[in-house]
């Protein structure tokens, strides 16, 4: 089936820092993908919206300027937290559209210290 | 003002009994529903979804049900196994477009030998 890698799994980094996420489809084209966060006990909460070739859409209250989406290839999505601070530190995960519904990577640990 | 709730966090069963996961919205204009299974350090997965023109779905050991006019949808699992104990989310969208889905807050569900 289809398959979205996430990496890195988990990552700690300081405060003021910048940390790449990367999702990429093993086994089909992602022409869309989604970014979500999902604070302890929280629900997964969509950030933004990844479209090859254009633009991110971003939700009502996420600043596109801390969370740089960049979808340059059918295959890869990534995600930027800049200057984190430890109120970013959360889980994300990302979602891409196939042929046969949504599926979502192992998702990212992000501790900011 | 949190449109997809659910409102237990946890569940236990015994090990063939049956499991029933609920979940309340408040957009009327959510149209699609989907229900995830997510492992620990695991991306959620699909498991199944429902569309407003129906009231039942079913797949295998589990069926959805949907009450439209009580905003109020249920997950079945009959006979739950020990390998169904996960988090269970609903998540609900306007039009198919399930990527960009709202998400309950989960229920760990604990099945017992």
């Given at each position: 089936?289809?398959?979205?890698?996430?990496?890195?799994?988990?990552?700690?980094?300081?405060?003021?820092?910048?940390?790449?996420?990367?999702c990429r489809s093993l086994d089909f084209q992602a022409t869309t993908m989604f970014w979500y966060r999902q604070f302890p006990k929280q629900s997964?909460?969509?950030?933004?919206?990844?479209?090859?070739?254009?633009?991110?859409?971003?939700?009502?209250?996420?600043?596109?300027?801390?969370?740089?989406?960049?979808?340059?290839?059918?295959?890869?999505?990534?995600?930027?937290?800049?200057?984190?601070?430890?109120?970013?530190?959360?889980?994300?995960?990302?979602?891409?559209?196939?042929?046969?519904?949504?599926?979502?990577?192992?998702?990212?640990?992000?501790?900011?210290? | 003002?949190?449109?997809?709730?659910?409102?237990?966090?946890?569940?236990?069963?015994?090990?063939?009994?049956?499991?029933?996961?609920?979940?309340?919205?408040?957009?009327?204009?959510?149209?699609?529903?989907?229900?995830?299974?997510?492992?620990?350090?695991?991306?959620?997965?699909?498991?199944?979804?429902?569309?407003?023109?129906?009231?039942?779905?079913?797949?295998?050991?589990?069926?959805?049900?949907?009450?439209?006019?009580?905003?109020?949808?249920?997950?079945?699992?009959?006979?739950?196994?020990?390998?169904?104990?996960?988090?269970?989310?609903?998540?609900?969208?306007r039009g198919r477009e399930a990527g960009k889905s709202t998400f309950g807050d989960?229920?760990?569900?604990?099945?017992?030998?």
């Open positions: 089936g289809a398959v979205v890698s996430q990496h890195p799994s988990w990552v700690i980094c300081k405060s003021g820092t910048s940390v790449k996420i990367e997964l909460m969509l950030m933004a919206t990844s479209n090859e070739g254009s633009k991110a859409t971003y939700e009502q209250g996420v600043e596109k300027d801390k969370f740089l989406i960049n979808h340059a290839s059918l295959t890869l999505s990534t995600l930027t937290v800049t200057s984190a601070h430890p109120e970013d530190s959360s889980f994300y995960i990302c979602s891409a559209r196939t042929g046969y519904g949504y599926t979502f990577g192992s998702g990212t640990r992000l501790t900011v210290v | 003002d949190q449109q997809v709730k659910q409102n237990s966090p946890s569940l236990s069963v015994q090990e063939g009994r049956i499991s029933i996961l609920n979940c309340d919205y408040t957009n009327s204009m959510f149209d699609y529903f989907l229900w995830y299974k997510k492992y620990p350090a695991e991306g959620p997965t699909f498991l199944i979804s429902i569309s407003s023109i129906k009231d039942k779905n079913e797949d295998g050991r589990f069926t959805v049900f949907l009450n439209k006019s009580a905003k109020h949808l249920s997950l079945h699992i009959v006979p739950s196994q020990p390998g169904d104990s996960a988090v269970y989310f609903c998540a609900a969208s989960g229920t760990t569900l604990t099945v017992k030998p």
